[in-house]
């Protein structure tokens, strides 16, 4: 047990220096920074570049490392963050979640996708007490940790320079006044996050003998789930909330195995969320809402789709596409559609709802594993298990989510996201091996296994989420879950059950990413947990807001640009989540309602 007490200290000596990074920021900006997240890898790849191939000293590449995560620290938040932050705090936290995807896959294409085995430039196990052996490096990591929290904590308290940092994290109106120059406090605090997400990441390697390219989004998931319990913005409350959490990873570990890891983790950030979202030592958040809808609408100028645009598309789609496109074309139009389908029932969670879910890869999953499971074992037909995979996705999801609705501000996303990663690790627990041999759909005795099956199977059900979606929206019950999205405040005074409205919004939303996770999974014929990353999450996100985040048509357009047009950089899957994580930061600064977007 006292092994498994050293090993959480250890992993909590890592999450308190991520934490406390990703708690400066957000005192500061009050904006989550998933850029943060990658940030750990990045700091393990290049200590053993300069290390292994360049043959640095392990002293002399720590505080290279440091350097380059700092500079490029500074240039997100003077490119990305910043002018977004002070309008659309969550839009700034979207912004930086695309440049995690973008560190984490140009680090890849530079460095290669594969795990490197960590140069030992530190003793692992050449010292004991009793029974129990440590190494040279445990105690350097610990060291520096306590040394670094130490001068964080005079410079802050006592530095003319921290002492702004902590009046523009109390107050930036006020700072601003009082002539502080909040834009270098920002900067200078992205710079020192990002600083110490490379410390964290160097050490995370030294504990784990491994440098990987994407240990960035886990490790950096875990440390923002710290900040959490400890209170977001206190730098105090993250320390104590890193070692906290490490502690309670091991001992988790212990009792209940690894495959427990991340449900473990994303429990206790959902029920932090929800009893305390302040945390331990932070304060509860003041914003009642954050009114993301309403922001985005009105920004740009709407454009004006004449009527007869939409059946002469569906002619197309249904009428030129099959008789001139080839195999190909018809496989990609097939993911068009099944993203189309799952980002237009999202429109009624982010558009109308003013929710912008983090976690869709969940509810796509449940969908994806509901299907297979009854039509592989139960024998059910695919057109039953079809409508029941949307049920199940949005039962499932709506039951694990109905505790977070009285959860303000973006910390609802960030529960959502937490949720979506909940459910698809409590799916690998019980189908660790994913699932094979997926039966096609059949009519009757003939098996539809073709592209252009797909494809015009696809094709039938978006028509049909569409027309649910305009009804839906034409409504009464549109027009009230409109007005919770619009302005939640005046749906309440008014008598609008708000939590009640946005947790029939999610469900619908499940149940076409339910709907989209069947036809993936029968397409496929063989589906495993990896499929449905927060990449896939990521990528629906970017359709509606690129399409239009309140209009359902304007999902198809986004999946159309998305998933179509970037199917020429199929042969580089690093490149592709480069493109995706750029569109997202173009539209977001340059056109935040969308292609389509329409006035308030």
Request: positive net charge; proline residues 4%.
């Amino acid at each position: 047990m006292l092994d498994t007490l050293i090993a959480g200290l250890l992993r909590g000596n890592v999450y308190a220096l991520g934490a406390v990074g990703i708690s400066l920021v957000f005192g500061v900006m009050n904006v989550v920074n998933f850029a943060q997240f990658s940030f750990f890898g990045l700091g393990a790849m290049l200590t053993w570049f300069f290390v292994a191939r360049l043959g640095l000293s392990f002293w002399l590449a720590l505080p290279l490392v440091l350097v380059v995560c700092a500079a490029l620290g500074l240039i997100i938040n003077a490119a990305v963050v910043r002018p977004l932050a002070k309008f659309l705090p969550l839009a700034a936290m979207l912004s930086t979640y695309a440049v995690s995807l973008i560190l984490d896959n140009t680090s890849q294409a530079a460095f290669g996708a594969n795990s490197r085995v960590f140069p030992q430039v530190l003793q692992t196990s050449n010292l004991h007490v009793g029974n129990m052996r440590f190494g040279t490096a445990d105690v350097v990591m610990l060291g520096i940790t306590a040394g670094v929290m130490i001068v964080m904590s005079l410079f802050l308290k006592y530095g003319k320079v921290g002492r702004a940092i902590r009046a523009t994290a109390q107050d930036q109106e006020a700072a601003l006044q009082m002539g502080i120059p909040v834009a270098l406090v920002q900067n200078l605090s992205f710079v020192i996050a990002s600083a110490l997400g490379g410390l964290a990441g160097i050490f995370i390697a030294l504990y784990v003998g491994v440098a990987d390219p994407t240990s960035g989004l886990e490790t950096g998931m875990t440390a923002f789930v710290a900040a959490t319990l400890g209170g977001l913005g206190s730098l105090v409350g993250a320390v104590i909330g890193g070692f906290v959490l490490g502690i309670l990873e091991s001992f988790g570990i212990y009792f209940f195995g690894g495959s427990a890891d991340q449900i473990i983790v994303f429990v206790i950030l959902i029920a932090v969320l929800i009893i305390r979202p302040g945390g331990l030592l932070g304060k509860v958040p003041l914003i009642s809402s954050e009114p993301l809808t309403g922001t985005f609408l009105g920004k740009g100028r709407p454009f004006t789709i004449p009527r007869w645009v939409w059946p002469a598309a569906l002619a197309v789609a249904a009428v030129v596409v099959p008789l001139v496109g080839n195999d190909y074309v018809l496989s990609t139009g097939t993911q068009v559609l099944v993203y189309a389908i799952i980002a237009s029932g999202f429109t009624i969670t982010a558009g109308q709802a003013g929710v912008m879910a983090l976690g869709q890869a969940g509810p796509i999953a449940i969908g994806a594993y509901t299907s297979a499971l009854i039509t592989l074992y139960l024998h059910v037909s695919f057109w039953v298990a079809l409508p029941l995979a949307g049920l199940a996705a949005a039962i499932i999801a709506s039951i694990l989510a109905s505790p977070i609705w009285g959860v303000k501000g973006h910390y609802i996303s960030i529960a959502t996201l937490g949720i979506g990663i909940v459910i698809v690790a409590v799916i690998q627990l019980i189908v660790p091996l994913g699932v094979q041999g997926i039966p096609w759909p059949k009519i009757g005795d003939t098996v539809l296994f073709t592209a252009q099956d797909f494809y015009f199977i696809d094709l039938g059900v978006l028509v049909l989420t569409l027309l649910v979606m305009w009804r839906i929206r034409r409504s009464h019950l549109g027009r009230v879950i409109s007005s919770v999205g619009a302005d939640e405040v005046a749906a309440l005074a008014s008598g609008v059950r708000v939590r009640d409205y946005k947790a029939l919004a999610f469900a619908v939303s499940a149940f076409f990413a339910g709907i989209g996770g069947s036809l993936l999974a029968h397409q496929y014929t063989y589906i495993d947990t990896s499929i449905f990353s927060m990449l896939m999450s990521l990528v629906v996100v970017t359709i509606v807001i690129l399409g239009g985040v309140n209009l359902p048509y304007g999902a198809v357009i986004g999946s159309l640009i998305l998933i179509g047009g970037l199917e020429a950089l199929r042969f580089t899957d690093e490149l592709r989540i480069v493109v995706y994580g750029l569109v997202l930061i173009l539209v977001v600064r340059f056109r935040p309602g969308g292609i389509l977007v329409r006035n308030s």
